[in-house]
């Protein structure tokens, strides 16, 4: 069974669960989803700013496990 990894690039716990019981739910038992929260980055993700600081902790959780595919919500944004 594939593995997948859903990283919350914020530090909200809570946000995190979420995020893996909706994909769970949708994905069913075709796959093995996984969750991690990046709890070095900010509370939440409302901007450039906070892109950038979410990004060392969401590599370093990508760079801690194999998974057969791996997400994170983070975007960064910029402003033209």
Do not use: F
């Not at 859903?6 to 038992?29: K, L």
């Not at 990046?38 to 760079?63: H, M, Q, S, Y």
Request: glycine fraction near 8%.
């Amino acid at each position: 069974m594939p593995r997948l990894l859903i990283v919350n690039p914020n530090s909200t716990v809570a946000m995190t669960e979420r995020m893996g019981h909706t994909a769970q739910s949708v994905i069913g038992d075709q796959a093995e989803i996984q969750t991690r929260t990046n709890l070095t980055g900010p509370a939440a993700v409302e901007g450039c700013r906070d892109g950038v600081l979410a990004g060392p902790g969401i590599l370093k959780i990508l760079t801690e496990e194999s998974y057969d595919a791996a997400r994170s919500s983070a975007a960064l944004m910029t402003q033209l």
